[in-house]
């Protein structure tokens, strides 16, 4: 009997020791975090709702586009698609669909001459001024459609009004995505002296290659990346195992192909249509879309979209092309000159993600991608093997192991800071988890210039783990990486176990 207590008793204690040693490992990290100076988070491309009139508290959201216009398409297009299939009319299919698609972009899409039609765009409200201290956090909104020199200006006024009524002297920053590009065009334009720390969180200030790819007209569809695309949509599913193995027998038994083969079909026939009425007055009008084309592919999509799709037409575009070109002067041939001096003045941290394949609507589907920004152009220039692939043997002999990933497909020695650029696996692109939070705060917050060795428990090389919702250091334990044919059976047997368990729960009310 005493026995029994004693072993009950120390069964609780350690219970209560396993729980509390977490959460006062937890309460010491925070404790490390001194936030001495106001951060402002700059969001990304399509990071904030649109409206048709941002002054108007009762206005109609114009982005994203309302669940009716999209139905009404939707509506329209499935019986058309059938009847394609019978008469094989091609140009009535055109004429019956593209107004429907037209109408869900239109409330979006920009003036011929790059400017905002009709006062629509995003709220950017300022906090009260009481509000504003030396540990506020600040969300920095803005229309991400317009042009990146007319934003960084509302940036420039933004952080300006914070400082006043802070009273501090800096502001510590995160860009996320488009953002980074915000905040280098801000740097070019204003200097850095206002900036403390900055973070460029997976930014896509070199460009994303399937943007130049698109406004080029470089659209195709295969199975291969048709599936790897859809693998990707069910990373997070917790029956990831079981559905990616029926997209690879999809794949195998030949009705991906078939599908993109259709879709391909499809591009040919409709491209001219889509390109002129919708694709290139929408993405083409935007001047975020062309900020964030890769520098080699500017000349080809310039060409593309305004002596080809637009030869002929008599719409004044000059505007647009103004702004366009007075980017490509005063702002994207400075990015690298830019960021390096911002880190002569500031703390600078990397944090890029990969492991991902590219869009799939382009060849170039195998660059390593977090989903949506190329792994290499986020991380300032890592040297990554294409997706499926590792770095070859002869590669890797002459590398140094330091920087080199745990899964042998990153090498970070290239990038612009490789003591000051983390890479996570698996983490997609705008998702975000409590440790990557505290991460980005330690780094911001961090008394000088922290690296890689800073936190141990936050090295270089870090992964997405699934079950825990965090980021923690990459031990290749995560089951996506066991490739070999049992392996692959036994994690999909699992998963129809646990949809059989979670049923069953369902069924008897648990």
Known sequence: ?????????????????????????????????????????????????????????????????????????????????????????????SKKVMPYAYAIFEPVMLAPDGTVKDNSGARMVYPEPEDVKSDSHLNFKYDWRIDPIEVA???????????????????????????????????????????RSIVYNTTAIYGEGYTGEMLSGHIVLNGESLTEYLKMTMDRNEYRNLINGIFKLLYDAGLTDAVCALGNKIIDNLAADASTQVLAPLFGGWLSIWAMVEDDAVDEAMSYVFDTLYAGSDVDR???????????????????????????????????????SGL?????????????????????????????????????????????????TVDTSTCMFPDQTWMVRRFEHSDGCATSDELIMKLLCYDGQATIETFGEYPQFMYYDLESDSIMPDTLVDKQVEDGFFDKIRLIFEDILKMIKNLFLKVIGR
């Open 360 to 408: 799939l609507l382009v060849s170039s589907w195998k660059t390593v991608t977090d989903g949506t920004v190329d792994s290499k152009n986020s991380s300032f220039g890592a040297t990554i093997a294409p997706y499926g692939e590792t770095l070859s043997d002869e590669y890797l002999a002459s590398a140094d192991p330091k920087y080199i990933s745990p899964d042998k």
């Open 1 to 93: 009997m005493k026995h029994g207590l004693f072993s009950k008793t120390l069964a609780v204690v350690i219970a209560v020791v396993l729980v509390c040693v977490p959460l006062f490992n937890a309460f010491g990290a925070a404790d490390t975090i001194t936030q001495e100076c106001p951060y402002i988070y700059i969001h990304g491309f399509m990071g904030t709702d649109l409206y048709e009139n941002p002054d108007d508290p009762d206005s109609d959201v114009i982005w994203p586009p309302s669940t009716d216009s999209i139905l009404a398409a939707v509506k329209v297009a499935i019986p058309a698609l059938a009847k394609l299939v019978i008469d094989k009319d091609w140009d009535a299919f």
């Open 318 to 356: 000059s505007g647009l092309l103004e702004k366009i070109n007075d980017y490509n002067t005063r702002i994207r041939p400075y990015k690298t000159e830019t960021i390096e001096q911002m880190n002569e003045n500031a703390n600078v941290y990397v944090l890029s993600r990969y492991g991902y």
């Open 153 to 195: 200006a509302q940036l420039n006024d933004f952080i300006d009004f914070v400082l006043e009524n802070s009273g501090s002297e800096q502001v510590m920053i995160e860009c996320h995505s488009f953002g980074g590009i915000v905040a280098n065009t801000y740097a070019k334009l204003y200097g850095n002296s206002k900036i």
